[in-house]
């Protein structure tokens, strides 16, 4: 099984530039997550979702928006791109919320200048 | 304001030895916690869970310690290997409505082995 796999893994980007982080995993799970994690910080939640067509904001959601048309993928937009949004983004699975059994992608490295 | 945090945010093991590291949280309504393991340009990798009607868990060279007294968590490595080097996390689900909980994360210590 690939378990959740992350595209791009590298990325610079320029001010107010657009671009899409995926995310796809094939363990069928219903949860998904999408983290970042700024140097010495721990993990913030940017959105999730329980299921295909529910999606919901997590710690700081600005500045991205997220889809979920199929259980497999959970694409992570970013509009108007800013420097504050330099960072590694993690993408996450699981079966059920709470914590329980998360896999985690390997990551996107994002650098906005 | 709640947080999960450490106390050390790195830590230097000889290899062999047996290593401790520290978490502290503030949600005393926390009912679950977790370690994570995170090496060097990879995603964080589960190590051990406990949840709050325990006050120890074993798995293989790990053993997680939880003390809800003094809201402390602890993760003790046993006979550190070269591999164990990484930047092991803490993280505790505060509860919410069944399915929507989310995961807390601390900020991490680094742990490096020594050869």
């Known amino acids: 099984n690939a378990g959740v796999t992350q595209t791009p893994k590298f990325r610079i980007l320029k001010i107010g530039q657009s671009m899409t982080l995926q995310c796809t995993q094939d363990?069928?799970?219903?949860?998904m997550y999408w983290y970042r994690q700024d140097p010495g910080m721990g993990l913030k939640l940017i959105y999730y979702?329980?299921?295909?067509?529910?999606?919901d904001k997590g710690e700081v959601p600005n500045g991205y928006n997220v889809s979920r048309s199929t259980t497999e993928d959970f694409p992570l937009r970013l509009e108007l791109a800013a420097p504050s949004q330099t960072s590694v983004y993690f993408c996450?699975?699981?079966?059920?919320?709470?914590?329980?059994?998360?896999?985690f992608g390997s990551g996107t490295r994002l650098t906005v200048v | 304001g709640e947080s999960v945090g450490l106390h050390l945010p790195t830590l230097s093991v000889q290899e062999g030895d047996n290593s401790i590291i520290n978490c502290a949280y503030s949600?005393?309504?926390?009912?679950?916690f977790i370690w994570y393991k995170q090496e060097s340009g990879k995603g964080p990798q589960f190590i051990i869970d406990?949840?709050?009607?325990?006050d120890k868990r074993q798995g293989q060279r790990v053993t997680v310690l939880l003390n809800k007294t003094v809201k402390h968590l602890s993760l003790q490595i046993a006979a550190t290997q070269p591999g164990d080097s990484a930047v092991y996390f803490c993280?505790?689900?505060?509860?919410?409505?069944?399915?929507?909980?989310?995961?807390?994360f601390g900020t991490g210590t680094r742990l490096t082995i020594i050869p």
């Open positions: 996450a699975s699981s079966t059920m919320g709470g914590g329980y059994g998360y896999t």
């Open positions: 363990m069928n799970h219903n949860y």
């Open positions: 979702s329980v299921g295909a067509g529910i999606t």
């Open positions: 949600n005393s309504a926390s009912d679950y």
């Open positions: 406990i949840r709050s009607n325990m």
């Open positions: 993280a505790e689900n505060r509860g919410g409505d069944f399915g929507n909980e989310k995961l807390t």
